[in-house]
Each structure stands twice: as structure tokens, then as C-alpha cells.
């Protein structure tokens, strides 16, 4: 069924280490994975997003992965700041009779100074 | 351009009242869905508008709980007989289709005493 599987629910690091968030999904004519990043009392942003066309994507300290055969995808934030602190949430459409984005679980990442 | 928007922002009532709550989508955008997300918790998926398809209604919790999306534009979600287990943040989003960003908007919080 329609599944987006997220790991590691909570997420702890210093300042300045990498931050890496991994997804799992079921469906494999899935085409489109974005990324969402929700402040506190905020609603949730894309931050950014890959297409099956594309094996990786990078936007200054964000990059995203794909791996199409293994079916899961990654999100990396290089030199984490105090402000990336968050929750993120991986999502994949579904091509079945609606093709609608399911989101994982999230992920709460703390940055500590 | 104006983004999603939601209202009310705040909603008090008490167990066994109706509410309403209502969402302006992004102007054009065919795809509207609503989620529930409870303190601290992800995002469950509740309904699924696109286009003038018939709703993918496999998230809403139980038959209280109904939606319906006017001439493609202004979404309603409706609960019927409020429970206290219904407290939560009820967020709308839009996207241009199915492979596209979703907005967010600001969301309703509802709280049933």
C-alpha cells in the first residue's frame, strides 16, 4: 500500500556536523520527493524537492538523494546551524487512482550550539 | 500573491458541537488536501481534492468528519459532533497538480473542551 517510511524520528548534533534524514517508500512509479522543514508553531515549507529524472539535488547546505532502485532518498544538511533546527518531513507521490503525496513521519533534528 | 489561507485561526467549542472550517486555496491550483496534526505529531492525511475527480476520502477518521471543495476553489471540512480526541492543528494545502509544491496554509487549531 501507500507507505513513506522515516528515519531517524529525533535527531541530535553539534553545530557545524552533517545532518542526515533517510526515507523509504513502497511505490516504484513514484516521480516526484520533496522536503518540507516545520518551525515550531509554523506551517511546513518545502525546502527542497527531486524528481525521478535526477539522482541528486543541491541548494547551498541542503542536498537531497535518490536511489531509484533501492527505492529511498535522502536529505543532508552539511554545517548545521542552530536555526535548522526543526522538524522535517520526506514525501513521495503515489501514482495509483489519485496520486497524492504521503508524508513520512518526520524528523525532529536539534542543532546544538 | 496571496498564499493559502485558512480560517478560522483559533476555534474553541465544546463536545458535541459542529464546526466548519475553511480553506482558500491558491488561485489555479487543482490540488487541495487536508491534513490533522496533533501536538508534536506528523502529518495525517485526511482528504484529497483534484480537479473535478471524485475526493480520495481514505484518511478521514470516521463518518463525523466531511469535506467538500465548491466550484474547484474554497475547501470546507466539516466535523460533526466534535470530540475531544478532535483537538488538534487542521492544515490545508494546495498545489499546481499532484507533482508540484504544496503551500501550506497557517492552519486552524481547533480545541473541543
Known amino acids: 500500500g501507500e507507505n513513506v517510511e522515516q528515519h531517524p524520528s529525533t535527531l541530535s548534533v553539534q553545530e557545524g556536523d552533517s545532518a542526515v534524514i533517510k526515507c523509504t517508500y513502497s511505490d516504484s512509479a513514484s516521480n516526484y520527493f520533496p522536503w518540507y522543514k516545520q518551525e515550531l508553531g509554523k506551517r511546513p515549507q518545502l525546502i527542497i524537492d527531486i524528481r525521478s529524472n535526477v539522482g541528486e539535488k543541491k541548494d547551498q547546505r541542503i542536498a537531497v538523494t535518490l536511489n531509484k532502485t533501492a527505492k529511498h532518498f535522502s536529505l543532508h544538511i552539511t554545517e548545521t546551524q542552530p536555526e535548522d533546527s526543526a522538524v522535517y518531513f520526506c514525501a513521495a507521490v503515489f501514482s495509483g487512482g489519485y496520486n497524492k503525496l504521503i508524508f513520512g513521519a518526520g524528523t525532529r533534528l536539534a542543532v546544538h550550539p | 500573491g496571496a498564499g493559502v489561507s485558512q480560517s478560522p485561526s483559533n476555534k474553541v467549542t465544546e463536545k458535541g458541537k459542529d464546526v466548519e472550517l475553511r480553506c482558500d486555496p491558491i488561485s489555479g491550483h487543482t490540488a487541495l488536501y487536508w491534513y490533522r496534526q496533533s501536538l508534536g505529531q506528523g502529518l495525517e492525511f485526511l482528504i484529497y481534492?483534484?480537479?473535478?475527480?471524485?475526493?480520495?476520502k481514505s484518511g478521514l477518521p470516521s463518518d463525523r468528519f466531511s469535506a467538500e471543495r465548491t466550484g474547484g476553489s474554497v475547501s470546507t471540512l466539516t466535523i460533526q459532533r466534535t470530540q475531544q480526541e478532535d483537538s488538534a492543528v487542521y492544515l490545508c494545502?494546495?498545489?499546481?497538480?499532484?507533482?508540484?509544491?504544496?503551500?501550506f496554509g497557517p492552519g486552524t487549531r481547533l480545541t473541543v473542551l
Open positions: 481534492f483534484q480537479g473535478n475527480s471524485a475526493p480520495d
Open positions: 494545502a494546495s498545489s499546481l497538480g499532484h507533482t508540484d509544491t504544496q503551500y
